[in-house]
């Protein structure tokens, strides 16, 4: 009885403090809003935390959180049970902690891990197979697969890993083969599936070289396919470029100006900017690096002292023979962001908090607005806040693209557990959608053909017919392709566009247009797998296709 009472008075003496934290930055966040796309919600129940996640070609939707949160709200079906001594929480568990979300639907169906994938990493294969690595406690050296159809569940192969792999990051490479880079302890990288001539694990002193102790700073590291086909590697405030083939550096960045850290706990975001111009002999390759925290906010965060996050962009050509960083200043300081490439070549900037670090309930201040970066405009104009939403996505947020031009938002659970109550940031099971402004026009091009999930192979060239309402400039038409990445962390891994190379525009009926373009010429620019195709026309794409290159 006791205890219910100091519950309850401990919810009620911090209700005040929690109203006056949430509506003191709802109004941050509303003094910037410039006014620009659209939330909805989509479910307000999904069973879990969408911890992790990754669009699959059947359009739909795996995401997972850790096996060893304890019950989570939603039940495995059919009366199964998942039996595992080594669970930390639940040694039998009947509930699901991964799900599948049918897009076209609106719904959701459990699936069965068997082990456990928190904090873990994941490429979609060049045949769609979502292959999941590592994890925490009994999962740390296991790989998963999960094909995509309307029946499949997840498949786990024991000691798939030779190293424990805990906030690792991944990369599908072009001859198919994923490289895991990273994780706790774990100053090396192996691949997967295992050949005679790599069934090892092969050292990168880097790693060791950009870990802080006590504070790391250099977990998911950002991992980037470069297009001479070596890999762009960023941890902590720093990048390498790597021949993976002969374990060798064969370039080293210049520190990211301020030597502030930006990968895990102090968690920023980056991607690779879209890659254009790819008839050109030599391809261009730009990086951006986005928020953070300051060096040191880890263990001030967790005494309770929340520093304010980085504002701060550094853009990068990485292909350049002298690099250097350009920095920028976001309109809102953000750590634990994540960044999605929009269908138009604009990046979406989203989730996230105002101060502190990831963690336990050690971050402060959600950052409600999302921002659009548009890289083609002149410096000083690429920056643009967006309609804020009313839902503090912190530590463990989700968001990846859809293939219809929206962007799903999910998770925020910084809780050892599943905590509905009693703390500032209580564990979030919704998921919702935000639609940029270009959703809003009703001139949208559509794809008429080729159909979709058709085989391509690289160099090919294909015939696209499109109908597009209203006057058609047709100089300000182009194509992108998109590879869906897994997100966790603020780590998208794998996320890439490219611009393809187009003919000119033909009108070839009532409102219908057709144009050529073609492939890019390997996998070096392209890994093999499956890409959403869209059209383009005066930054308003039509909805996707999915083509499959190898």
């Given at each position: 009885?006791?205890?219910?009472a ?14 006056m ?15 620009g ?50 669970d ?10 991964s ?11 459990p ?20 292959v ?10 296991m790989?998963?697969?999960f094909?995509?159809?309307a029946?499949?569940?997840w ?9 424990s ?24 990288y192996?691949?997967y599936?295992?050949t ?32 001479d ?6 941890a ?9 083939t002969?374990n ?22 980056a ?6 111009n790819l ?37 990068i ?34 989730n ?18 999302p ?5 083609d ?9 967006q309609?804020?939403?009313t ?29 509905f ?10 998921l ?5 402004s ?9 794809i ?40 966790t ?55 996707g ?6």
């Amino acid at each position: 009885m006791a205890t219910k009472a100091n519950l309850v008075f401990n919810i009620l003496w911090q209700l005040p403090f929690m109203f006056m934290l949430l509506s003191c930055h709802h109004d941050m966040n509303l003094a910037y809003a410039a006014g620009g796309g659209k939330w909805d919600l989509l479910m307000s129940n999904i069973g879990i935390s969408a911890m992790h996640m990754q669009l699959l070609n059947n359009d739909r939707v795996v995401m997972y959180d850790r096996t060893d949160f304890g019950a989570s709200n939603i039940s495995l079906p059919n009366g199964k049970c998942r039996n595992n001594p080594n669970d930390l929480a639940l040694k039998v568990d009947c509930t699901a902690h991964s799900v599948e979300y049918d897009v076209s639907t609106n719904s959701i169906r459990p699936l069965m891990v068997q082990t456990d994938v928190w904090c873990s990493s994941a490429s979609a294969t060049s045949d769609g197979t979502l292959v999941q690595t590592g994890g925490f406690n009994d999962g740390k050296v296991m790989v998963r697969n999960f094909k995509p159809c309307a029946t499949c569940d997840w498949q786990e192969i024991g000691n798939g890993l030779i190293q424990s792999r805990w906030y690792s990051a991944n990369h599908l490479l072009p001859d198919g083969r994923q490289i895991i880079v990273g994780g706790r302890d774990a100053f090396n990288y192996e691949f997967y599936p295992k050949t005679a001539s790599t069934n090892n694990v092969f050292s990168l002193p880097f790693l060791q070289q950009t870990n802080v102790p006590r504070e790391e700073n250099n977990l998911y590291p950002f991992v980037f396919l470069n297009v001479d086909g070596n890999l762009f590697i960023f941890a902590n405030d720093r990048a390498i470029l790597l021949d993976y083939t002969t374990n060798t550096v064969v370039k080293t960045y210049p520190q990211i100006p301020g030597g502030d850290p930006r990968n895990y706990p102090s968690t920023g975001s980056a991607l690779l900017l879209p890659l254009k111009n790819l008839r050109s002999e030599k391809v261009e390759a730009e990086v951006l690096v986005c928020g953070g925290a300051p060096k040191g906010s880890y263990p001030r965060a967790a005494k309770g002292d929340f520093v304010g996050a980085l504002n701060t962009c550094g853009r990068i050509t990485i292909t350049d023979p002298n690099p250097q960083w350009t920095m920028e200043t976001m309109p809102l300081p953000r750590t634990m962001g994540d960044m999605v490439i929009l269908p138009d070549g604009n990046v979406l900037i989203i989730n996230g908090a105002a101060s502190g670090t990831a963690g336990w309930q050690i971050a402060r201040n959600p950052v409600l607005s999302p921002v659009i970066y548009r890289p083609d405009n002149p410096s000083g104009s690429r920056f643009e806040v967006q309609n804020p939403n009313t839902t503090p996505r912190m530590y463990h947020s989700t968001a990846i693209l859809l293939r219809d031009g929206r962007v799903l938002v999910g998770g925020s659970n910084p809780n050892e557990l599943y905590n509905f109550t009693g703390v500032l940031f209580p564990t979030d099971l919704s998921l919702e959608a935000f639609s940029p402004s270009y959703l809003d026009a009703n001139l949208r091009p559509q794809i008429i053909s080729p159909d979709s999930h058709l085989k391509y192979a690289y160099g090919q060239r294909v015939d696209i017919q499109f109908t597009s309402s209203g006057l058609l400039n047709r100089d300000l038409i182009k194509v992108t392709m998109i590879a869906p990445g897994f997100n966790t962390h603020s780590n998208t891994m794998n996320q890439r566009m490219l611009v393809l190379p187009r003919g000119i525009v033909r009108q070839v009926g009532k409102s219908v247009y057709e144009l050529s373009c073609v492939f890019p010429k390997s996998g070096k620019l392209a890994p093999p797998g499956y890409y959403l195709l869209f059209v383009v026309h005066q930054d308003i794409p039509s909805e996707g296709i999915w083509v499959r290159v190898n």
